[in-house]
């Protein structure tokens, strides 16, 4: 079988355009989708690229939004996970599941959001953020 489609979701509009591609492409790929709710547990501190805290019942809301877009013709698996961190939530999934991708929704920053990549995407791809104008000027 065909490694499967990993989708970031905790029920933002971007999330919900990030699973509409997934299973565009896990139909296309004739592979199984998995989506997967990051949340922090409400005892941890919130830091960049933390999980939303959510209790049972939001998880539970954020999940039904996601399985009510999926069809009975869909293969695929909803998976709520306690971490820290979104993209290691998400790349922990990818690994354990030998994945082909991840999908995630544009970030939140505006029309630039679209092309530019986000925190959650920078860390699940371990890609280095780009250096600001202040870390530039300290390098020299």
Same mark, same amino acid.
């Given at each position: 079988m065909?490694k499967p489609?990993?989708?970031?979701?905790?029920? =933002?509009?971007?999330?919900?355009?990030?699973l509409?591609?997934?299973?565009a492409?896990?139909?296309?790929?004739?592979?199984r989708?998995?989506?997967?709710?990051?949340?922090?547990?409400r005892?941890?501190l919130?830091a =960049? +690229?933390?999980?939303?805290?959510l209790?049972e019942?939001e998880?539970?809301r954020?999940?039904?939004?996601?399985e009510?877009?999926? =069809?009975?013709q869909d293969?695929?698996e909803?998976?709520s996970?306690?971490?820290?961190?979104?993209?290691?939530?998400l790349?922990?999934?990818?690994?354990?599941?030998?994945?082909?991708m991840?999908?995630?929704? =544009?970030?939140?920053?505006?029309?630039? +959001?679209?092309?530019?990549?986000?925190?959650?995407t920078?860390?699940?791809?371990d890609?280095?953020?780009p250096?600001g104008?202040?870390?530039?000027?300290d390098?020299r």
């Amino acid at each position: 079988m065909p490694k499967p489609v990993i989708v970031g979701f905790d029920g =933002s509009e971007h999330a919900h355009d990030a699973l509409a591609l997934g299973r565009a492409l896990a139909a296309m790929l004739q592979t199984r989708l998995i989506v997967v709710n990051a949340y922090t547990p409400r005892d941890l501190l919130w830091a =960049s +690229g933390t999980a939303q805290p959510l209790d049972e019942q939001e998880r539970k809301r954020v999940m039904d939004a996601a399985e009510a877009e999926l =069809s009975e013709q869909d293969r695929y698996e909803l998976r709520s996970v306690a971490s820290p961190s979104v993209a290691g939530a998400l790349h922990a999934a990818a690994e354990s599941e030998q994945a082909q991708m991840i999908v995630v929704g =544009s970030t939140h920053r505006s029309t630039i +959001g679209r092309v530019v990549l986000g925190t959650v995407t920078q860390e699940a791809l371990d890609v280095p953020r780009p250096r600001g104008p202040t870390q530039d000027r300290d390098a020299r």
